[in-house]
């Protein structure tokens, strides 16, 4: 009953009310005043609201759009992308979903204590749901409800461990000190974009300059992010209506998507700032807090925040979008591919944010990267596909039991997360040598990582900015 009333909380006031209240109670607890506690609480809820609304339009005025682009390609696969929605659904579908979220919270606060993570995860709770439904899987294929709750617990420490050492390099770009962007389905991927920009960096991708500051100093005033939202939506309005350029109606959505992809670039940096001017007595009191705690020597208080902080950044958002009519070829051409990408691609700029913090807003090395792990993701997507499917109509999913009715199948791009889909796969062959192996891997990891985070951290920067820009931020 308490985990039910619990889950109602939440689904009832939603991410706007929750963060904030969680930021006041913890701003009180690090000794900032009343005022200031409440008036960072206020302008993240107001911040968080606006991106909202920003994002929401946009999602309105470019879905249509994405499906058009997926028709014209004429592409028909069994497996359709539904959106997250139908991951939350099954997530919490079973029992042991909505316990987790109990469970969860109090186990991301003792990681906290125990100094296991430096990343105060509960401020994110709503991202729970994409390590929820990995749980509610097993658990309805083996009806096992231990290894389900181990499983998920198990993604939640892998998750954060590729949080923190993302996390100085998405705070740095994205300018959001203290924070951590702690989505599982984004920090899944985020091994496979590690490898590839240093890949990429050493084929001399940085050479060629095309982050935002750079292409403005080139040509201008073109470079602005509004026009270069002018620029994208263009391109992506033709693309959308490529079959029927000789309509006035296709040039009036071309005209709309130009202006609401110039609008959204100039206006969600703003947003941002009020955001991220929320966390300024955070930041401040934690600090001092911290350095007189037993939990808190030599240590930084770093908050876990939503994907959606970075969705509207100019090299964020071009390389999302520029992603969205390859991503549609890459399913038509990858062979085994059984997916048809269509609720995913508004959201691409959310994916992309880890490569374009990595590359420091390169958005040609950003493309490049996303692309190949797009791949990837459609992979994985295909592998659990028709087991999703199966799982969730046995949850009473309708759309998912229609589905199977015929012959074809569902799923949720957050089921694309590399890094707990293979988790999973482990998982599901009940096999002790191979997760404790999979274990093992993790604490490697995580040992090395703590022997080494300031080494790592200095690397990803310098790798993103050039020794001399690193030595001029110290100096």
């Known amino acids: 009953m308490f985990f039910d009333n619990l889950k109602l909380f939440f689904d009832t006031f939603g991410n706007y009310i929750t963060v904030p209240i969680i930021i006041f109670i913890i701003c009180l607890i690090f000794g900032a005043p009343l005022k200031k506690a409440f008036a960072s609480a206020v302008l993240i809820g107001v911040g968080l609201k606006g991106m909202a609304f920003v994002t929401d339009a946009f999602g309105a005025i470019l879905s249509p759009l994405v499906q058009q682009i997926v028709e014209s390609t004429g592409l028909n696969l069994p497996a359709l992308d539904i959106g997250w ?258 609720m995913v691609l508004p959201s691409l700029p959310y994916m992309v944010e880890v490569p374009v913090c990595l590359s420091n807003g390169n958005i040609l090395k950003s493309w490049l990267m996303a692309c190949i792990v797009f791949c990837a993701k459609l992979a994985m997507a295909s592998y659990w596909a028709v087991t999703f499917t199966e799982v969730a109509a046995g949850a009473g999913f309708e759309a998912a039991i229609t589905a199977l009715a015929g012959g074809t199948f569902i799923i949720g791009f957050i089921m694309s997360n590399c890094t707990a889909g293979v988790i999973t796969m482990a998982f599901l062959t009940m096999n002790p040598l191979v997760i404790g192996a999979v274990m093992i891997v993790y604490v490697i990891l995580l040992v090395l990582f703590r022997k080494n985070k300031d080494k790592v951290h200095n690397f990803l920067e310098t790798n993103a900015l050039g020794v001399d820009a690193v030595s001029a931020a110290k100096g």
């Open 85 to 342: 929605q139908a991951i939350a659904s099954v997530a919490y579908s079973t029992q042991i979903g909505m316990v987790f979220i109990g469970v969860g919270l109090i186990f991301q606060i003792v990681l906290w204590i125990t100094k296991i993570t430096d990343i105060f995860m509960p401020s994110d709770l709503w991202n729970n749901y994409s390590i929820i439904v990995w749980g509610s899987m097993l658990y309805q294929l083996s009806n096992n409800l231990v290894m389900a709750f181990v499983l998920m617990l198990f993604i939640n420490l892998v998750t954060l461990l590729i949080a923190e050492v993302m996390q100085k390099r998405w705070s740095t770009y994205y300018h959001y000190p203290s924070c951590a962007m702690t989505a599982p389905h984004h920090m899944g991927d985020a091994p496979m974009y590690l490898v590839l920009n240093i890949l990429f960096s050493k084929l001399g991708l940085d050479k060629v300059r095309m982050d935002p500051e750079t292409i403005k100093k080139k040509i201008g005033f073109l470079g602005e992010p509004m026009y270069i939202g002018l620029i994208v939506g263009i391109i992506l309005g033709v693309v959308g209506n490529i079959s029927r350029l000789g309509t006035i109606q296709a040039w009036g959505q071309v005209a709309n998507v130009m202006v609401t992809c110039a609008a959204v670039m100039a206006i969600f940096p703003k947003i941002a700032g009020l955001f991220a001017s929320g966390f300024t007595a955070l930041t401040d009191y934690s600090r001092k807090k911290l350095k007189k705690s037993k939990y808190g020597k030599n240590r930084e208080f770093i908050i876990a925040v939503n994907d959606a902080l970075g969705y509207g950044e100019t090299a964020t958002l071009t390389t999302g979008l520029l992603v969205i009519p390859f991503a549609v070829l890459m399913a038509f051409l990858l062979p085994g591919n059984i997916v048809v990408p269509v």
